[in-house]
């Protein structure tokens, strides 16, 4: 069973309660259309256990077959630098249908950043070191495709549907 | 199927329609053989679109990553293009699944290799191997902590 490594740390982007029982942390691809249909579910998931959940998002771009997968988490990073990673996650996964390059922008007025600070640091190699770290640890965590979900840092064998099941009867 | 401390069964597979490659030169560098059962899987899921992003890893660990499977080579061209893959596929076609055979990874019933890896080290030694259930796309940790433990030696 393959494990998460390195454990959940303060470089993370981290929703939920510290206290939560459950640990939850997934890879993602925001062009990968699986994540997508995924994103709706983890929504579900965290409204239906609330605080008995804490969520984590890590980068998992196959940037070779989709070509706006590292451009969009680099959007994400830069809005996390104004504070707004989440905001710009659930732009990104709620207007995949339509992501290309100007989609950035546009998102980043309609959550409201400062513009021309996210462009700023949209070029920062901060941002994509912090990319390809989550990357590796995808990699070294066993990560096969996106999303990989990983349950109290354990590789969870299936999709967002079955997490969803299993935390469900779980909870009975 | 072959094991640690098994010779690596040198063969020689078309990766184009005019290009051969033979095991046996590349002495010196680490291999990593990829067999998998056949092209055009999901992307997201899919085992060699993961190695793809991959190859600065195997890269920093000196090794040369070949996917391998019955697929003629015009499919794996195709799949290549498709997919916009960056390490050359094999085709393990004629006589048919004759490479797989050898390491002892093919199933005779589908008529398909099986999902297995293995890790060959600088002398042409089996370092590592792994199979890896059918519908599991076994990732690359494996693979990462076989040439790791290469690299110390």
């Known amino acids: ?172 | 199927m072959l094991e640690k401390g098994a010779t690596a069964p040198d063969f020689e597979l078309n990766a184009t329609p005019d290009q051969k490659i033979k095991l046996k030169d590349f002495k010196g560098k680490n291999v990593i053989l990829a067999f998998y059962p056949a092209d055009w899987s999901p992307v997201c899921s899919d085992q060699m679109a993961l190695y793809n992003e991959m190859l600065k890893y195997f890269n920093k660990y000196d090794a040369q990553i070949f996917g391998v499977s019955v697929d003629s080579v015009w499919c794996h061209l195709a799949f290549e293009e498709n997919r916009k893959l960056h390490f050359p596929l094999l085709a393990d076609f004629e006589p048919k699944g004759a490479v797989s055979k050898a390491y002892g990874v093919y199933d005779e019933e589908l008529g398909e290799s099986k999902r297995a890896l293995f890790v060959i080290d600088k002398e042409g030694k089996i370092a590592w191997s792994y199979l890896s259930p059918i519908a599991v796309n076994p990732g690359a940790d494996g693979i990462l902590d076989a040439l790791e433990e290469l690299d110390k030696k």
């Open chain 1, 1 to 172: 069973m393959s494990t998460l490594r390195p454990e959940i740390n303060n470089h993370d982007h981290i929703q939920g309660d510290d206290s939560a029982s459950i640990t939850i942390v997934e890879f993602g691809d925001y062009q990968c259309p699986y994540c997508g249909n995924a994103y709706p579910i983890m929504k579900e998931i965290e409204e239906t256990f609330g605080h008995q959940i804490k969520f984590i998002f890590r980068h998992f771009p196959l940037a070779n077959a989709h070509e706006y997968a590292f451009p969009a988490a680099i959007a994400a990073e830069a809005a996390g630098l104004q504070g707004k990673f989440w905001e710009m996650h659930d732009a990104l996964y709620e207007n995949q249908y339509r992501l290309n390059g100007d989609l950035f922008d546009e998102l980043a007025e309609t959550i409201g950043l400062d513009l021309e600070q996210f462009q700023q640091d949209s070029t920062s190699e901060e941002i994509k070191k912090k990319i390809e770290d989550d990357f590796d640890s995808g990699v070294r965590s066993g990560v096969n495709g996106t999303p990989s979900f990983y349950v109290n840092g354990s590789k969870f064998d299936g999709g967002a549907t079955d997490l969803y099941q299993m935390l469900k009867e779980s909870a009975e």
